[in-house]
């Protein structure tokens, strides 16, 4: 990946109407769940993210036969999957990837390595080993962090109570069990993302949800055709962004609003953010709308409990968005912060200080004293995250100089088309 860095200048206004890309989360599962058909399944407006080809390369490596019928649209044939004995599986930098595989592997009579590129070698691979190994899995791994070795076959349900809201580490154990005789149950603090039981359930799936209790029993999946809609967290940046630069107003189309992703919607609403939600529509189980977000002047608020998992991806945006409302806000209970692709808290708080944020770092989450004039005039790091790099850009919209964000090509992790979208909106 060719370095890049990217001067930020300040923005007068931000107008106009642009399509989210596709959601990441559904992308991955529409791949994986398309591997478990058996049969041939056509995905529509797949992301293009690296971490979302990862999981494309993968399922290549295990049978599939993927076709771009064009730029987005896909057809997958999974007649020949898990026909070899061994797979050695590349899973770059996305740790949905690895996590998620591991349980669909775990369950059947192949050995698999999954591994990861330098970041994801890092990250905690223990919340899905444990599940997997309390479901009989054998799994060689160095200190809970990949790669991780499998060696997969019959495996027999568990009532599992997890530690964690996570869908990830939902996500793994039901695709384990999804392979596995009996019912696997799975009980959260509170309740994530449901992705995968909506799309598990649309592709037939025997599984059961009811607020933070999600059951599954052993099924065939039918093979059909899914459409992926815009991804809320990638909308994010641009819904912060529209409600912190003076006299915006954008529409975002076909954007997801899943009721387990909102938090970022509800967050604003809170703070005084002028949103309307658009032709509300349901496809492939997940519902789906446009939104409108104008310019608005925004209060503090409390971020904390349930509300932490519907938005854990947003709050690095969420901390800039913060530092343009009056008063003092509070991030608790997001110490999970911690795991992502950087220390996201430590990094985030250093980061935003330097450009003149008013933000303390706590163990779980972090508060920030508004409002603040941004001065810039510096240069910032995105710790190879994403996330980070495109709250900075974000940031970098309000304030007085420039900012220079290093490494910047970090956002072609999920975003590829982020700054060619947001720049086609300034006035």
Request: net charge neutral; aromatic share 6%; glycine share 6%.
């Amino acid at each position: 990946m060719s370095v890049q860095n990217l001067e930020v200048i300040k923005a007068n206004s931000l107008k106009g109407e642009i399509t989210i890309p596709p959601d990441k989360s559904l992308s991955h599962r529409a791949a994986m769940f398309s591997c478990l058909t058996g049969g041939i399944c056509c995905v529509e407006n797949f992301s293009l993210g690296a971490d979302c080809i990862s999981t494309l390369n993968i399922i290549k490596a295990l049978g599939c036969d993927v076709e771009f019928l064009s730029e987005r649209n896909l057809r997958i044939d999974s007649s020949n999957a898990f026909k070899k004995d061994r797979f050695n599986l590349d899973c770059g930098n996305s740790g949905t990837s690895m996590r998620l595989f591991s349980g669909i592997l775990a369950s059947r009579e192949i050995e698999s390595t999954l591994y990861g590129d330098e970041s994801l070698s890092k990250r905690p691979m223990k919340r899905v080993i444990l599940p997997l190994e309390l479901m009989g899995a054998k799994i060689k791994h160095s200190n809970f962090r990949a790669p991780l070795i499998i060696k997969g076959g019959e495996l027999f349900p568990i009532d599992y109570k997890s530690p964690i809201a996570s869908a990830q580490v939902k996500s793994c154990v039901l695709l384990a069990g999804l392979n596995t005789y009996g019912e696997t149950k799975v009980t959260e603090p509170y309740v994530s993302r449901d992705h995968t039981e909506r799309m598990l359930k649309y592709l037939g799936a025997d599984i059961v949800s009811e607020s933070n209790v999600v059951k599954i029993k052993k099924s065939k999946l039918e093979p059909k055709n899914l459409k992926v809609c815009g991804d809320i967290s990638s909308a994010a940046f641009f819904l912060v962004a529209a409600a912190i630069v003076p006299d915006s107003d954008v529409i975002l189309k076909d954007v997801g609003v899943n009721p387990t992703r909102t938090g970022i919607i509800d967050v604003m609403i809170n703070m005084g953010a002028d949103i309307e939600i658009l032709d509300e529509r349901v496809i492939c189980n997940e519902p789906v709308a446009d939104i409108r977000i104008k310019y608005s002047s925004l209060k503090a608020t409390k971020i904390d409990g349930a509300l932490i998992p519907r938005l854990i991806d947003e709050l690095p945006v969420i901390a800039v968005l913060a530092s343009q409302a009056d008063g003092t806000t509070i991030v608790k209970d997001a110490e999970d912060l911690r795991n992502k692709e950087s220390d996201r808290i430590k990094c985030l708080v250093s980061e935003l200080r330097k450009i003149g944020v008013n933000i303390e770092e706590a163990q779980d989450g972090f508060v920030v004293y508004g409002k603040s004039k941004l001065s810039g005039g510096c240069t910032v790091e995105c710790y190879r995250d994403h996330r980070l790099a495109m709250s900075l850009y974000v940031a970098g919209l309000v304030c007085n100089k420039s900012v220079l964000i290093n490494e910047f090509q970090w956002v072609n992790i999920s975003f590829p088309e982020f700054q060619s979208m947001m720049e086609s909106l300034r006035c």
